[in-house]
């Protein structure tokens, strides 16, 4: 048995070698040999951990030592960095300390200071965000460093497409104004702001205009490290202008042609430009080109003058938008006339206020007249409707979902012997209970759809018993609060005869009045068959009466060579169509249409009023034509006269030369008198021959004379030597005679 070395020797010294055979004892010596070995396993572990962990103690030790080091570094380029940040010496900081408290404390300063101007920012840029101006932001050397949302909707580049790009790289094209960019330039090297419009172009090449406002930032020491530019998109503003301009010429031919009378007044000049229709309203000589406020009040009846002076006030001040008002005119023999004038601001000056307005006018006189007739008749109405067996009311339905009744005439009283009060607040009680359903149903058709309400209902009225009443209303108008307004009437049935033939009568005086009236009439079925005809119809279309009835207005109608609607009964609004008559001929026509309904508020087919515009149109051929001819007479006279100029200038110059080289030579007295008259005489025609051929200062009104020192006895001794042969051709005697009087200097134009 193998032992420990030390426990093996410890036997051979201690236990006889012929006891080393007995069972127990090897049994023992064998434990005992286990623990030597268990120790020594022991030992070896304990020593091979301690050399690591003395290992790990030595790598830990320099660790810390590295890190010291490094701390020491760091805490001295952290007080360097803030000596270098901290321009006001706030702070004083020892380089040999190891103290961080102190930096910590500027530091969180820092930090707090560094939140609040952060959340300015924020802010700053969610306004810029969600702003619908266009905003960009470039650093000094103007490079984009950051564009918001409205910019790159317009412009069509991304933010990461712009930065550190020239915004005018991107943005500026052919079309973009060379002066505009020049001074932009300017502006921004002069450490100015700039505020103009500009033409740019978004990333598809289209172009739009902008209201641009440029603003340098700067720095502590002055010097700019920013630029911020706000645009407005102003391409909406900038086309309504133009298509404004446009149409203001085609306004006013189309108001000459239709009869109604143009204005121009001139707020700065205080000046009214009236169309010759305005002043033949007025009576006012239509050569007079020029009216001042004062005299055309002297034409406005009294009582009218403070309320349109009022309202022209009020729109020269920006306080009113546009003028729409019934004035009372003085014609000059003495006749008083009612014009509708409307008005409104074309131009505006550097303060936003009006200095240009346009407006028209029409005479309204024959209009009013009739609105008093009218008026009288609406009067004659109410009485009447006091007597007839049927009672008129009006019905609201409000907004807010309330109804009540608004209006009934008193002749409910006669009728049902209920007063008006009574009737308006209890109305629906009394209907029976039968028939409350239809008539509730029908009058929520009647509100949420505006269809006209048609019933028949009874109505069990205490003491009186029960009645049957025959109500039929439609929609007439809405109140100023949008409320819808249905106006009817309600009667008896036994009565319903009477109120059937007192419509009828009524309608057949109706159609009479149109009838000599210059406005046809046509009504037709729901089959589009004509059911009555009018004697202006029959005029206009040349057909005969008889002709016309029971015939398709489709068929009638026919020839149409525009037209919006195939079937004009589909067509309830006004619109124009060219047709040829019976006879063939060509007229134009402005039809309005509307259906047409029973007394029970069943549609039956329609109405039209057509009403002959011929004239009108031809007026409108006549001056296209015209316009168009004046187009072509003024390109002819630019050309002849630009030939002209070359074919009399070239040998005018070629005398004036002959002249010159003539006056170079030996001459005698009297043929260098001749010379030199020649050569003064050939420069005045010169003179005279520019300023006639000089189109473009004849049509822009601008003749300039010279305004420079020149003797008049020298032009008198000029003329003199230029007509004095003619003058002795003729045996003429020419003498000037001049006061010694007369100044030496004049200034003026000495060849004119």
């Given at each position: ?30 434990a005992v040999n286990e623990s030597y070995l268990s120790f020594e396993r022991d030992k070896e572990l304990s ?93 000094a050397h103007q490079k984009t460093m950051w564009v918001n949302k409205a910019f790159c909707e317009i412009s ?433 026509w402005l039809v309005s249409k509307a259906p047409r309904y029973s007394e029970r508020g069943v549609q039956v ?148």
């Open positions: 048995m193998n032992f420990h070395r030390l426990l093996e020797r410890q036997i051979k010294k201690f236990i006889p070698e012929p006891g080393w055979g007995e069972p127990w004892l090897e049994k023992f010596l064998a020593e091979h951990s301690f050399h690591i962990s003395e290992k790990e103690y030595q790598q830990l030790n320099a660790d810390l030592l590295a890190e010291v080091n490094i701390k020491k570094l760091s805490i001295k380029k952290l007080k360097d960095s803030i000596n270098t940040i901290d321009l006001e010496n706030k702070i004083s900081l020892d380089p040999h300390s190891d103290n961080l408290l102190s930096i910590v404390d500027y530091l969180n300063e820092q930090i707090d200071q560094r939140k609040k101007v952060e959340e300015k920012l924020r802010d700053l840029s969610l306004v810029s965000e969600e702003t619908s101006n266009m905003v960009l932001i470039a650093d069509g580049y991304t933010l990461q497409e712009v930065i550190g790009k020239k915004p005018g790289y991107f943005l500026q094209g052919p079309g973009t104004d060379q002066k505009t960019i020049s001074k932009i330039r300017e502006e921004l090297q002069a450490g100015n702001s700039f505020h103009g419009r500009i033409l740019n172009y978004n990333k598809s090449g289209s172009t739009y205009w902008i209201d641009l406002s440029i603003n340098p930032i700067k720095d502590n020491d002055g010097k700019i490290s920013k630029y911020i530019s706000v645009g407005t998109d102003v391409s909406d503003q900038i086309q309504k202008s133009e298509e404004l301009l446009k149409s203001e010429l085609k306004w006013k031919i189309a108001m000459e042609g239709s009869g109604g009378g143009v204005f121009e007044y001139d707020a700065e000049k205080n000046h009214f430009i009236t169309s010759t229709n305005l002043k033949v309203m007025l009576g006012l000589p239509p050569e007079q080109p020029f009216l001042s406020i004062e005299e055309l009040t002297e034409c406005i009846v009294p009582d009218s003058r403070k309320k349109i002076n009022k309202a022209f006030e009020q729109l020269l001040s920006g306080h009113l938008h546009t003028i729409n008002q019934e004035i009372s005119f003085l014609h000059t023999d003495g006749t008083e006339l009612a014009l509708l004038i409307k008005a409104l601001p074309t131009k505006f000056n550097a303060q936003g206020k009006p200095s240009y307005i346009l407006g028209t006018t029409t005479d309204i006189t024959e209009i009013k007249q009739t609105e008093i007739a009218l008026a009288n008749r609406v009067r004659q109405f109410q009485g009447l409707s006091e007597n007839i067996p049927a009672a008129i009311y009006e019905y609201q339905f409000n907004k807010d979902g309330t109804e009540e009744f608004k209006y009934i005439s008193p002749a409910i009283e006669k009728i049902f012997g209920i007063s008006p009060a009574e009737f308006m607040a209890n109305g629906i009680s009394y209907i029976h209970p039968e028939d409350l359903h239809i008539f509730l149903s029908k009058n929520k058709l009647a509100r949420d759809l505006h269809v006209p309400f048609i019933c028949e209902s009874r109505l069990i009225i205490p003491g009186k018993g029960t009645f049957w009443q025959y109500v039929s209303s439609s929609f007439t108008y809405y109140t100023q609060r949008g409320d819808a307004v249905f106006t009817g009437i309600i009667s008896d049935i036994t009565q319903e005869k009477n109120a059937v033939d007192l419509l009828r009568i009524n309608e057949e005086k109706y159609k009479a009045i149109i009838a000599t009236m210059k406005l046809g009439l046509l009504e037709a079925d729901q089959n589009n068959l004509i059911t009555y005809a009018n004697n202006a119809f029959c005029r206009m279309s040349n057909w005969e009466h008889s002709e016309l009835i029971g015939c398709n207005i489709n068929h009638v109608l026919l020839p149409i060579t525009f037209v919006r609607d195939q079937n004009p009964l589909n067509d309830w609004d006004a619109h124009e169509i060219k047709v040829k008559d019976k006879l063939g001929n060509e007229r134009w087919g329609s109405v039209g009023i057509y009403l002959d515009i011929s004239q009108q149109k031809d007026l409108e051929i006549s001056l296209v034509n015209a316009r168009e001819e004046a187009i072509k007479l003024a390109k002819t006279k630019e050309n002849f006269l630009a030939n002209m100029s070359h074919e009399i200038r070239t040998p005018l110059n070629g005398i004036i030369g002959m002249i010159r080289e003539l006056r170079k030579m030996e001459l005698t007295r009297k043929q260098e008198l001749y010379v030199r008259n020649a050569g003064t005489a050939s420069q005045h025609l010169l003179s005279i021959v520019n300023n006639i051929l000089d189109l473009s200062k004849i049509e822009a009104g601008v003749f300039d004379l010279s305004t420079a020192p020149f003797s008049l006895r020298e032009v008198f001794k000029e003329v003199k030597e230029i007509v004095k042969s003619m003058a002795v051709e003729k045996g003429l005697e020419l003498k000037f005679d001049i006061s010694n009087d007369l100044a030496k200097r004049f200034i003026g134009d000495s060849l004119r």
